[in-house]
């Protein structure tokens, strides 16, 4: 019986024994350690050029394609006048009889100034009998003034006259250029063209008019640039962007190339834009404009407009103790952590530094090689006896 008794306590003893807590740990360590923001940017070209149309016309179909060399000067695209009117048959027996009636009415202007000048003559000869008569008093001043008056308004009719025969030769002039240009064309003639020239030398980069048609002053036509002359935008948020200067490395990952490239930061622009997220809530934006640092082999699959991963790095060391910054916690209003002592957790107050996401920089109180729980739970607690997973 006294057997028996001492099995049961002994069993009840083990069975209300505390339990070691089962943990994972982590090592406090030594390694290089960067704080960095990442953001989703694109690539795309420094310098580009979009050749837009100089005038309203009728463009031939653009030969060229996307990658294709141009130089400066080069003629990429040809315009010429609408061709619905000058084609038109009812147009052009419309332009005929209006050459004819601008011709019959420059005639007619040419017989009134023939008339003008006639009755300008006539009216001269009567103011000078008019003098003639007032200088020996067999005429009044009246008559005299009278006279004058008349000689002036035949003058002014023999001038106008005169302008009119000038917009008649105009009008015919006009009626005239619209039957021979015409003619030119149904004679299977060329119209007259206007080519568009490359501002410089560059590749296309993307064709916006293709295929022949008519084209609106200011139309978009073309794009060009250098591929060669790449950089990154990269939209980060404005407090992001306070902490990013100008000379700031960055890291571009997940280009699809083997490895990652580097890149410096030209400017961070001084106005930033509003932009609703994929969750739908407003943020304030600002653009970044990185520059490549790795040599031009490295990057020379990547083109307009593709996508890279941008990490700026904000603060970097080479040999930093950290520890997993799921270790820390709250106490009070500092962080601490709980290391391995043996089997038991000990609660040690932790002073940090510069957080990396996953890891922390350590300031104090811990040393490289301790060990520490990396997920403390409300389970854990000062003393308590833990045992690695």
Known sequence: MLATAAVVVAGLAYGFMPRAVLVDLAEVKRAPLAVTVEEEGKTRVRERYTVSAPVAGFVRRIGLKAGDAVAAGQAIAVIEPARAAALDPRARAQAQAQASAAQAALAAAQENVRAARAAAQLTQQERARAESLRQSNFLSAQALDAARTAETRARAAEAAAQHAVRVAHFDLATARAAVAGTARLQAGGTAEQVQVRAPVAAHVLKLLHES????????????????????????????HAVKIAPGSKVILDRWGGERPLEGRVRVVE???????????????????????????????????????????????????????????????????????????????????????????????????GDRVVAHPDETIKDGVRVKPR
């Not at 809530?281 to 990185?290: A, F, G, L, N, S």
């Open 212 to 239: 022949e048609g008519a084209v609106a002053t200011g139309q978009p036509l073309l794009e060009i640039g250098d591929p060669a002359s790449l950089e990154v935008e990269v939209e980060v948020l404005s407090a």
């Open 270 to 368: 001084p106005s930033g834009f509003t932009k609703i997220s994929a969750l739908g809530v407003e943020e304030q934006r600002v653009r970044v404009i990185v520059d490549f640092s790795s040599p031009r082999e490295a990057w020379a699959r990547l083109g307009d407009g593709y996508r890279v991963e941008a990490r700026f790095v904000l603060w970097e060391g080479r040999d930093v103790l950290q520890l997993p910054t799921s270790a820390l916690f709250r106490q009070g209003e500092g962080w601490a952590a709980f290391v391995l002592d043996g089997r038991r957790a000990r609660l040690v107050p932790v002073g940090i530094g510069q957080r990396a996401g996953l890891a922390t920089q350590v300031a104090a109180g811990l040393k490289a």
